[in-house]
């Protein structure tokens, strides 16, 4: 059965500090793979996505993720954090033809100044 | 307007009656998707549209909800007989063919009392 496993619920880390959310997935097919953000108020957008190739993907306000086959994840990852990030984080997995995306349950992320 | 617009942002109504919620794609966008979040779940797909193919209605959890695009274009979603387990945020998202990018709207919370 195609999931997608979003491990912490919540995560608080200090402004300017590394942050890794983690997102592992169960998928039979060749998976692609997303990430979006949700900030308070405003609809979900796309950061990143990962189709093929290179299996470090870099996305938009300084976020990459990076798939690993051999351990069905792709974990969002971000330098410095800021403040600015403080929001509700989403892994997703679709097939080719993106007829149906699997969302995960989410990673709420806190920043502390 | 530039991105998926939906309403009522936010719909109080009684046990039992019916409920219809709107869905206003981006102009262009062939793909149109449901969803429904709950407090505290990820995003569970419910319906997809894809141009004037038939819709993917898997996700649908009971025969009280429906959902029709009309003219490839709006969409509507109607809840028949709403229980108070169909309180959640249901959202809509729109995608240009063979992106995989989802744009999706604010949503609109349907509270069932």
């Known amino acids: 059965a195609q999931s997608v496993t979003q491990p912490d619920i919540h995560i608080t880390v200090s402004e300017g500090a590394s942050l890794e959310l983690r997102c592992n997935y169960s998928y039979g097919a060749t998976p692609y793979l997303f990430w979006y953000v949700q900030s308070p108020g405003q609809g979900l957008q796309l950061l990143l996505k990962y189709f093929s190739g290179d299996t470090l993907v870099q996305g938009i306000k300084g976020f990459e993720a990076e798939f690993k086959r051999s351990q069905s994840s792709f974990n969002l990852r971000k330098p410095s954090v800021h403040w600015s990030d403080a929001a509700e984080y989403f892994c997703?997995?679709?097939?080719?033809?993106?007829?149906?995306?699997?969302f995960g349950s989410g990673t709420k992320l806190n920043v502390k100044p | 307007g530039a991105g998926v617009s939906q309403s009522p942002s936010n719909k109080v109504t009684e046990k039992g009656k019916d409920v219809e919620l709107r869905c206003d794609p981006i102009?262009?966008?062939?793909?149109l998707y449901w969803y429904r979040q709950s407090l505290g779940q990820g995003l569970e797909f419910l319906i997809y549209f894809q141009g004037n193919s038939a819709p993917d209605k898997s996700g649908l959890p009971s025969d009280r909800f429906s959902a029709e695009r009309t003219g490839g274009s709006v969409s509507t979603l109607t809840i028949q007989r709403t229980q108070q387990e169909d309180s959640a945020v249901y959202l809509c998202a729109s995608t240009r063919p063979n992106t995989g990018e989802l744009f999706f709207g604010e949503g609109s919370r349907l509270t069932v009392l």
């Open positions: 997703a997995v679709g097939p080719y033809n993106f007829n149906k995306f699997y």
């Open positions: 102009s262009g966008h062939t793909a």
